[in-house]
């Protein structure tokens, strides 16, 4: 039986998975202990989310208005992609669906055919999370299926310094052990080359069953120790460098996260109550650390509020993220880059797969196979939904761009394309991250027009069909006029603009 777990590390990963243990082992006698270390420090990024981290929030018993106080929280509609598909092109991948039934195909069919006509209006339109993104709008969802409020969701931007403190406080509250030190070994068994013990500068040791590596890129237990190995993906996704830095909050906090393609990568925009957070994630292969420093600081809205940071990171996942009786969670586990905020969702993913196959202290190989099968699926599909922004782009401009569309795509990603190409339909999984919705945005986000639309469309007329859209684009126009602005939300959550947090 495992009667003792250890987490290594306490950044995000770790006070995530030591909250969630916690709160999901309960009442069995399990004990948590979380190793940290001040001196060595977090990341310190990742402050922008999936709406997948509100279960995480709800499996815990937080309340949102709490949590959004205490981590200076704004809330995230979607991401907008700035040049992505050609220069001045502007689209927003939402959370949530364009449009709604209107006939048996899907909605975008029918836009697809009034696009045609030269008689639709931008598809961001049609879609009430954009609307409102936009607008600077935000209201919670309603569960009115008459209502546009109905079929989106929605996220978070926050301090992921203060996330990560206020999940420390509510695990610890609950029973998790913390100590505060440097870990400089680790003791292995001879023969099963399980880990048994991690060992702190001060001596101590500290012994568990199971351990959970959160130690971040370099990955204590799982790399350095068991030496698992690490699947290299920077042949597809290349930016390999970022540099951070917060700033006074210059322009509109708006309910969306902004990614701008640069020459060399792209740059990140996170409005939060108290600053904005920016960022240029880059390849040194195409732009020089001075040039990519330079082209973020010219472009800040406000006053920087802190040096700017360098981060190092290559594309990939570690060969196995569970080996042995070791599971790396987090940075530990791999990285892609933040375009789409995944890596928070990831780690949620491999804490909720821990707990569904939460082991017996001999780790069986069928639990860890599923584990590690799980997971590369979710790695994989990200992966394939990373790669689709720079793949489908039109730019030319620069040597990044004109690689990416000349670049050989993995055949996951290329059946997912040509099947949108040839007649609009778009992947469907059973459960994971990116939906259909996710997909259709940026399909036709980055241009990609499929050569037909479903032959369904063409049984309607076309004034039904025009009428339709219009009522459809209008019905949103009219709710998010309505509805409230996204500060005057916030605030009524409690939200105290301009205080540092
Ligand atoms: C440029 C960039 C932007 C990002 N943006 C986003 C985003 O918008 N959204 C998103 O979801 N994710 C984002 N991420 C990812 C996100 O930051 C991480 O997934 C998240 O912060 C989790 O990090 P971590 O806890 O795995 O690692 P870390 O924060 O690095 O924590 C590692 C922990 O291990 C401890 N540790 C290490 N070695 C030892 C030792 N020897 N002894 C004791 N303790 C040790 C450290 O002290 C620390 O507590 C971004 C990442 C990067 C690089």
Known sequence: MVRDIVIVGGGTAGWMTAAALVRRLAGTGISVTLVESAEIGTVGVGEATLPQIRYFNEMLGIDEAELMARTSATIKLGIEFRDWGRIGDRYIHPFGAHGERIGPADFHHYWLKEQAAGTAQPFGRYCYPIVSAWNDRFELPREDPASPLTHFSYAFQFDASLYGAFLADYAQKRGAKRVEGKIVSADLDGESGFVRSVTLESGTQIAGELFVDCSGFRGLLIEEQLETGFEDWSDWLPCNRAWAVP?????????????????????????????????????????????????????????????????????????RLWNRNCIAIGLSGGFLEPLESTSIDLIQSGIENLVALFPEADCAAADRDEYNRLMDLEFERIRDFLMLHYVATQRDDAPLWRDMRNMTWPDSLA?????????????????????????????????????AWDPRVDRMADEERSAHLERVRTTIADAVERSSGHLAFIKSYGATFGDAA
Request: glycine share 12%; proline share 7%.
């Open 247 to 319: 700033c006074a909050i210059g322009g509109e906090v708006g309910p969306y996260t902004r990614s701008t393609a640069r020459t060399g990568g792209w740059q990140w925009r996170i409005p939060l109550q108290h600053r904005i957070g920016n960022g240029h994630v880059y390849c040194d292969r195409y732009v020089s650390d001075g040039d990519a420093l330079d082209q973020l600081m010219t472009s800040l809205e406000g006053e920087p509020l802190a040096d700017p940071r360098k981060l190092f990171f290559v594309a990939g996942k570690r060969r």
């Open 415 to 451: 059946e997912k394309i040509e099947t949108f190409r040839h007649r609009g339909a778009v992947p469907n999984y059973a459960s994971g991250l990116f939906q259909p919705p996710s997909w259709l945005a940026v399909f036709i986000g980055q241009n990609i027009v499929p050569e």
